[in-house]
Each structure stands twice: as C-alpha cells, then as structure tokens.
C-alpha cells in the first residue's frame, strides 16, 4: 500500500479485526487475574476470551498471514520491509 508505515506483514494482518480484537480482549482478561483476581466471573471471562481466540484461529494467525503473503509471491524477508 504506497505510503503506508507499516510492514508487509502488519499490513497483511490489518484486516483481522475480529482475531485482533479476540487478542485485546483475552490479553485483558488475563491481565485480570495475573492481578489477582480470582473470582468465578474474572475466571469466566478468561475462558471465553481463550475459547474465541482459538476458535477465531489466534494461534494460528501468524502461519496464516505468511501463508497469504507466500501465494501472493512475497519471500519470507519480505515480511518485515515497509509497503
């Protein structure tokens, strides 16, 4: 994308919002009980936001972006150069 400041990679991976998203929320529902709380709703909230995150493919989000990027001709170092 000309003009864009990020890399090949950030840019193929932008449009994964709803994995993006997935991420933020499991990020913070972790940060929630790593401070110590333990309760029955933070532990919930945890085990949702995990069961989203995998099943939206979050771990699996990085073999699928260099996955796209290798059909669209790009080599594994350009992933890091800018658009």
């Known amino acids: 994308v000309s ?15 709803a994995l993006e998203e997935a991420g ?5 529902a972790m940060k929630i009980v790593e401070e110590g709380d333990y309760s029955e709703q933070a532990l ?4 949702d936001a995990q069961e989203n995150f995998e099943k939206l493919g979050g771990y699996e989000q990085e073999q699928m ?6 059909g669209l001709g790009f ?3 350009d992933s890091d150069r800018l658009c």
């Open 75 to 77: 080599e594994p170092e």
């Open 65 to 70: 972006v260099e996955t796209v990027l290798k």
């Open 24 to 28: 933020e929320a499991l990020e913070s």
């Open 3 to 17: 003009g864009s400041t990020r890399t090949v990679y950030e840019e193929a991976k932008s449009e994964m919002t």
């Open 44 to 47: 919930d909230a945890l085990a």
